[in-house]
């Protein structure tokens, strides 16, 4: 990889990275139900009129846009608001990667390698990790309902990933930009009726520009530079040239938020992590694996 692609990656990694200490900040501005549904409208508009439809059905379209939007992010941002911090939150919100490989198991009756189960293993055991602290000591850094609420929003992306893989080769970025839309009138239902308009509306009349920003950084940023440099560098890489560098994400999560919001890395933490990443590591190898052998 040149050393400027090199480069590119690392600036979507460092986005997606630092990306939950930015969604921390705009929950300081927006509720949370209402912050994801303003993330969606500008992920979508106007960018809808720009980017072509891809060749998908609106079915699965929408369904990838509710599972994403009011299944993945409504309930990061509903847990990331006082029940787990934005560098466990990076972490945890990780279990998509193999939530996602059981919905294949299931679904398709793809079958999990000795390595895989072992990564799993991994990974499970650095979430207990999490559990267990949340369990005996439950803090501002971490509760069993913020564990269990991030585990079923990285379920919901799972669902969507499953969504995305059964369409077939598709533009992401237009993919990603069209689901949003989808998303959109559900988000504001679930805001309008849990928040409630009152709260909505002051919200936004009383936001600064610094919650503003936090809405552009998710929708432009993380979102439309994030996956649209992606998938232009998986359209010129092998993905598992590209695809290491996204482990770095939760690593950037967490000293990102250990540096801009004084987040503390105990030493529970480290573990959870080393476990967690390990894991992530060992399924990309075992993927690395399981490719060669079928070009054998």
């Known amino acids: 990889m040149p050393f400027s692609h090199l480069l590119l990656a690392l600036s979507v990694v460092l986005v997606w990275g630092t990306n939950f200490v930015v969604i921390k900040w705009g929950l300081g501005d927006f509720p949370p139900f209402m912050f994801a549904a303003l993330r969606f409208i500008f992920s979508a508009l106007p960018?809808?009129?720009?980017?072509r439809r891809p060749a998908v059905s609106w079915k699965r379209l929408a369904a990838a846009?509710?599972?994403t939007g009011v299944g993945q992010f409504d309930l990061l941002f509903w847990a990331m608001q006082h029940d787990i911090s934005p560098g466990l939150a990076s972490l945890v919100v990780q279990a998509?990667?193999?939530f996602t490989i059981l919905l294949a198991i299931i679904l398709n009756g793809e079958r999990m390698k000795a390595l895989q189960i072992g990564a799993m293993?991994?990974?499970?055991?650095g979430m207990g990790v999490v559990g267990w602290h949340g369990m005996r000591d439950p803090s501002s850094t971490i509760t069993l309902f913020g564990l269990f609420t991030v585990l079923l929003g990285a379920f919901f992306w799972s669902c969507a990933n499953t969504l995305v893989r059964g369409a077939?080769?598709?533009?992401?970025?237009?993919?990603?930009v069209w689901s949003s839309l989808y998303a959109v009138p559900p988000l504001i239902l679930v805001s309008l009726c849990v928040e409630g308009p009152a709260r909505v509306s002051q919200a936004?009349?009383?936001a600064n520009w610094h919650g503003w920003v936090t809405v552009l950084w998710q929708s432009v940023g993380n979102t439309l530079f994030g996956f649209g440099a992606w998938n232009w560098l998986l359209?010129?890489?092998p993905a598992a040239t590209v695809t290491p560098s996204a482990l770095l994400v939760p690593v950037i999560g967490m000293l990102s938020s250990a540096w801009l919001l004084s987040e503390d890395l105990a030493g529970w933490k480290l573990i959870a992590a080393f476990l967690v990443i390990a894991g992530l590591t060992l399924n990309l190898y075992a993927g690395r694996l399981q490719l060669k052998a079928k070009a054998a």
Request: hydrophobic share 70%.
């Open 47 to 51: 960018w809808v009129f720009f980017v």
């Open 65 to 67: 846009g509710i599972f």
């Open 96 to 98: 998509q990667v193999f």
């Open 121 to 125: 293993l991994l990974a499970l055991l």
């Open 168 to 176: 077939g080769r598709v533009d992401m970025l237009s993919f990603t």
């Open 204 to 206: 936004l009349i009383h």
């Open 235 to 237: 359209a010129r890489h």
